[in-house]
Nanobody, 128 residues
Framework: VQLVESGGGLVQPGGSLRLSCAHSGLTWLPLTIGWFRQAPGKEREDVSCISANGGSTHYADSVQGRFTISRDNAKNTVYLQMNSLEPADTGTYYC??????????????????????WGKGTLVSVSS
């Protein structure tokens, strides 16, 4: 499975960006997909996760109410809509996926140690 992120860039505080994560290879495989980020000098943190069937989502407290994760399985793409961006949102955003059993397709569980596949990341800078 290959994951390619896009949509990062420089934005002013209060602005918006939409990140995309296109996945290919083994497209028949149910995948739970999440977004993680890492700021310079800080540890990687979970941002958001969407279940393999798209029916359930999870957000970190720091982005709840500002970010929205969604997926279009027909396009093999997961999106992260980021609104009301703050300087603290600056970092490299990574998309990651884990293969998912049929019994687990409704569970939006994404922890870095559980993910099987990772993208190379896209940089988001929030600054005036």
């Amino acid at each position: 499975v290959q994951l390619v992120e896009s949509g990062g860039g420089l934005v002013q505080p209060g602005g918006s960006l939409r990140l995309s994560c296109a996945h290919s290879g083994l497209t028949w495989l149910p995948l739970t997909i999440g977004w993680f980020r890492q700021a310079p000098g800080k540890e990687r943190e979970d941002v958001s996760c969407i279940s393999a069937n798209g029916g359930s989502t999870h957000y970190a407290d720091s982005v709840q109410g500002r970010f929205t994760i969604s997926r279009d399985n027909a396009k093999n793409t997961v999106y992260l809509q980021m609104n009301s961006l703050e300087p603290a949102d600056t970092g490299t955003y990574y998309c990651a996926a884990r293969s998912t059993l049929a019994s687990d397709v409704a569970n939006p569980l994404c922890r870095a140690g559980l993910m099987d596949y990772w993208g190379k990341g896209t940089l988001v800078s929030v600054s005036s």
